[in-house]
Every structure is written in C-alpha cells, then in structure tokens.
C-alpha cells in the first residue's frame, strides 16, 4: 500500500524558508510522478513543483525561482525548499503520487495524482 506522510510546515514571517519532506513508502515503481502541490482556504487545489516521468521538473509560475522540488537517490523522499516565502503562499501542502511517469504537461494538474499525504499547514505572516 503507496503512503505519503509529510513534515516541516509550520509558520513563518515573510521573507522566510521553510523545507517540507514527504516519506514514501509501498511503491515498487521509482519512475512514476510526484510533486507538490498546496491548496488555500476558498480556492482549488493547485500544482506547485513537480517531477515527470522521466525526471524533469515543473514549477508553478508563481513560485519558480523560491521553490525547489527534490528526492533523495532512492525517490523515498520528496524535499520542498521554499525561500522568500509571502502571504500568499500560505496553504495546506499536500505531496502526491501517479500511478506512472507523467508527461511534463500534466504533472501539476492534481486530477492525475492517485496517492495524496495528509498536508502539512504552511502559514506565512506579512
């Protein structure tokens, strides 16, 4: 059974960092898709950085350049490094899992991703 657990949100001021992890477990396939992606109070979930299938990353337009998306060398861990956090990047963090290697136009569209972590609240203060 796939399971996702993750870690590190927490509250911030603006300007700040915050790294999330993402534990994986039960896959026996290490090319299929993973990413990140946040949803905040009244709007739709969202992709926020995310690995294709064949390893290539994807960035939402607002926050390329703050965030960055990586595994440790056996994809058991997912890392999200967010620097120069703001206000509006306060959600709830989810880290997701496909059942394949997506194509790099797809992986930050939630509908795609099968497996979900609880989320881990990020709030950052102006």
């Known amino acids: 059974q796939v399971q996702l657990v993750e870690s590190g949100g927490g509250s911030v001021q603006a300007g700040g960092s915050l790294r999330l992890s993402c534990a994986t477990s039960?896959?026996?396939?290490?090319?299929?898709?993973v990413g990140w992606f946040r949803q905040a109070p009244g709007k739709e979930r969202e992709g926020v950085a995310a690995?294709?299938?064949?390893?290539?990353?994807r960035y939402a337009d607002s926050v390329k350049g703050r965030f960055t998306i990586s595994t440790d060398s056996t994809k058991n861990t997912l890392y999200l490094q967010m620097n120069s956090l703001n206000p509006e990047d306060t959600a709830i963090y989810y880290c997701?899992?496909?059942?394949?290697?997506?194509?790099?136009?797809?992986?930050?569209?939630?509908?795609?991703?099968?497996?979900w972590g609880q989320g881990t609240q990020v709030t950052v203060s102006s």
């Open positions: 690995f294709d299938g064949r390893g290539a990353t």
């Open positions: 039960g896959y026996t396939n290490n090319t299929y898709s």
């Open positions: 997701a899992a496909a059942r394949i290697g997506l194509s790099w136009y797809f992986v930050l569209r939630p509908r795609y991703f099968v497996y």
